[in-house]
């Protein structure tokens, strides 16, 4: 284990540093890209999705599709500006999902998120949106920095029975991470964004608190690049 510290860098602030931190880690925590109010609009509107009218609680895939908010949020130009350096040129929406995390759910396994999207090296990226605060305890992320270094990984097949409130896909494998590589686990705060290479190894824990754990997840590619629209996501480029 390694310290959840890092230093305080902000695109806003200090973007040449900032960029330079993300392209060595693999991920970057850029606080207060949502206000308290946005943060609760999001919240408030997730209640009117599917999948917390039918009680089950599973994270609802592209919910952009059907309330504008959420759209909305994708395109946030803070949040875009940002992503356009990440992925080296003009940045396209691919992916929303809207997590519950109601306690008790358990984690995602370790995964590269490119692992799903196949898209070129270093063209897409990730955008996890924390609308409550997130640690440990509380269903934080997990991150194994520098590992985007290393391309796509090898994974091996769990045995893992499913649990209703996560996503279908969370438990089906994880990633097998080099031994030279230290587990991180990331806190963040809320309205805070930790944007994720698509190549470096993460997961979550599972939320263990009384609390729910929503967070919005939001990825990205550069405009033009080939991807995997997936049967399950059925991803779509979204001008922004």
């Given at each position: ?113 490119n692992f799903f999207v196949q898209a070129p090296l270093g063209a897409f990226a990730s955008a996890w949106i924390a609308l409550t605060d997130t640690y440990f305890e509380k269903g934080g992320l997990i991150v194994y920095p520098g590992t985007h270094k290393e391309g796509l990984l090898p ?86």
């Amino acid at each position: 284990m390694i310290s959840d510290k890092i230093e305080k860098l902000s695109f806003l602030t200090h973007p040449e540093q900032s960029l330079a931190s993300y392209m060595d880690k693999g991920f970057f925590i850029e606080e207060n890209l949502f206000s308290d109010e946005e943060c609760a609009a999001l919240i408030k509107a997730s209640s009117e999705l599917e999948n917390a009218k039918n009680a089950t609680y599973r994270p609802q895939m592209m919910p952009h599709r059907t309330n504008p908010i959420y759209l909305d949020a994708m395109r946030k130009p803070a949040l875009s500006n940002i992503m356009n350096k990440l992925v080296g040129g003009k940045a396209v929406g691919l992916q929303t999902e809207l997590f519950y995390c109601k306690p008790g759910t358990r984690g995602f396994s370790l995964h590269q998120d490119n692992f799903f999207v196949q898209a070129p090296l270093g063209a897409f990226a990730s955008a996890w949106i924390a609308l409550t605060d997130t640690y440990f305890e509380k269903g934080g992320l997990i991150v194994y920095p520098g590992t985007h270094k290393e391309g796509l990984l090898p994974v091996r097949k769990l045995e893992l029975s499913k649990d209703s409130a996560q996503d279908p896909n969370a438990n089906n494998e994880e990633t097998v991470v080099p031994p030279q590589y230290q587990l991180m686990n990331a806190s963040v705060p809320k309205g805070a964004v930790l944007f994720i290479h698509g190549h470096l190894v993460h997961g979550s824990n599972s939320n263990q608190t009384n609390e729910w754990r929503y967070v919005l997840l939001n990825t990205y590619i550069r405009e033009g690049e080939d991807f995997r629209p997936g049967n399950y996501a059925r991803r779509e480029a979204v001008q922004l």
